[in-house]
Nanobody, 122 residues
Framework: QVQLVESGGGLVQAGGSLRLSCTAS????????MGWFRQAPGKEREFVTA??????YYADSVKGRFTISRDNAKNTVYLQMTSLKPEDTAVYFC?????????????????WGQGTQVTVSS
């Protein structure tokens, strides 16, 4: 059974940094897309970033501030978040899907983590 377990969320002041981690178990995902979505209260779930092989993709709202990386040997994906803003406050979900999916569409991702809360205070 596949499981994605996120960690690293928390409360941080605006301008601060956090690093999220997501470790997959149950199978290896070396050839899969791994990424992150987020959902703020009262808003729809939105694409944040994804990594496909060594290629990275970002939503415009986080470009230049967030960095995604992966360690295939550990079956883990990371999200380094810097210059955090109050509008980054959301539950962040780790996702995994096949390499053929549309990266910014939630529908294509097969596996989802339980989510980790990130709160940025002003």
């Amino acid at each position: 059974q596949v499981q994605l377990v996120e960690s690293g969320g928390g409360l941080v002041q605006a301008g601060g940094s956090l690093r999220l981690s997501c470790t997959a178990s149950g199978r290896t995902f070396g050839s899969y897309v791994m990424g992150w979505f987020r959902q703020a209260p009262g808003k729809e779930r939105e694409f944040v970033t994804a990594i496909k092989w060594s290629l990275t993709y970002y939503a415009d709202s986080v470009k230049g501030r967030f960095t995604i990386s992966r360690d295939n040997a550990k079956n883990t994906v990371y999200l380094q978040m810097t210059s955090l803003k109050p509008e980054d406050t959301a539950v962040y979900f780790c996702v995994v899907g096949p390499s053929t999916l549309r990266l910014d569409s939630a529908a294509g991702y097969e596996y989802w983590g339980q989510g980790t809360q990130v709160t940025v205070s002003s």
